[in-house]
């Protein structure tokens, strides 16, 4: 067997479901393996640690050709609801929790949650505009500190 | 396959050291494994163990970690400081499961 992976360093730069819960999956699969996990939210993946938006994340209907419909019926008003309503029926019956869920279980399994401080400025955010598990607002020095000796995974 | 001495009795375990009869599971064994690895068995242990071998006698499946915590009153931080370094994985093989097949 190869040399085994000790820290693992994963940016979520997307705030769409599917965009999102990869990142979580990986993460908290780290842990599980016993190792080292950091999650770095940066751009729009902001919105997976915001109070405001962490309970309303949606699957994105338009311009995913993963969903294989097209992109005038994607647009439909209640397309991108119906959606996230049966992913996250599918992914309940899987015992895959609901983001909010996750991010807490990310957090009390060791993960450290951070969030990107030129994002954080740029939507003019502050500390008190995240949940509580994030542990702080980094830069990108920072993240690369952190990340050392590890793996980085942008999704 | 190969075996081990576990409990008093020369026990058959896999590459990762997971039983691989079930029925040889005894308390002693669970036991000696769990020394193994490094961790002294508590009643709190004995919570998520216990519960471990009941699912998996029920599903035939090993629970999640996610799946431990919502059925037990262990939360999460509790589990992964009664296990460190891979809770579902060395609670399986304590309870003589075999490792847990779900990604959450």
Redesign the interface.
Same mark, same amino acid.
Do not use: F, H, Q, S
């Given at each position: 067997m190869d040399e085994k992976i000790k820290k693992v360093s994963i940016i979520v730069s997307k705030g769409s479901l599917e965009g999102i819960y990869p990142g979580l +999956?990986m993460a908290?699969?780290a %842990?599980?393996?016993?190792i080292e996990a950091n999650l770095f939210f940066t751009f729009f993946g902001l919105d997976a640690i915001k109070t405001k938006t962490i309970d309303n994340i949606k699957v994105a209907t338009v311009g995913n050709p993963g969903m294989h419909i097209p992109t005038l019926i994607g647009a439909l008003p209640g397309m991108s609801a119906l959606a996230t309503h049966m992913m996250k029926k599918t992914m309940a019956e899987?015992? +895959? /929790?609901p983001i909010h869920e996750f991010i807490e279980?990310c957090h009390?399994?060791?993960c450290m949650l951070y969030a990107c401080k030129a994002s954080v400025e740029m939507f003019k955010l502050e500390k008190n505009d995240f949940i509580e598990a994030v542990d702080s607002i980094i830069t990108v020095g920072d993240f690369y500190e952190m990340a050392g000796g590890g793996e980085i995974i942008f999704t | 396959m190969a075996t081990a001495t576990l409990g008093g009795k020369s026990i058959e375990v896999n590459d990762e050291g997971f039983i691989t009869n079930q029925e040889d599971w005894s308390k002693e064994i669970a036991l000696d494994i769990a020394k193994n690895l490094g961790i002294e068995m508590t009643d709190r242990h004995w919570v998520v163990v216990n519960y471990m071998r009941e699912d998996y006698a029920k599903t035939k499946k090993s629970p999640?970690? %996610?799946?431990i915590?919502q059925n037990t009153d262990v939360?999460?931080?509790e589990l992964?400081a009664l296990f /460190?370094?891979? /809770?579902?994985?060395k609670a399986a093989n304590i309870a003589g499961v075999p490792k847990p097949a779900?990604?959450?």
């Open positions: +999956i908290n699969g %842990r599980m393996e016993g899987l015992d +895959i /929790p279980m009390d399994a060791g | 999640t970690v %996610r799946r915590t939360n999460t931080k992964y /460190p370094g891979g /809770p579902g994985k779900g990604c959450v």
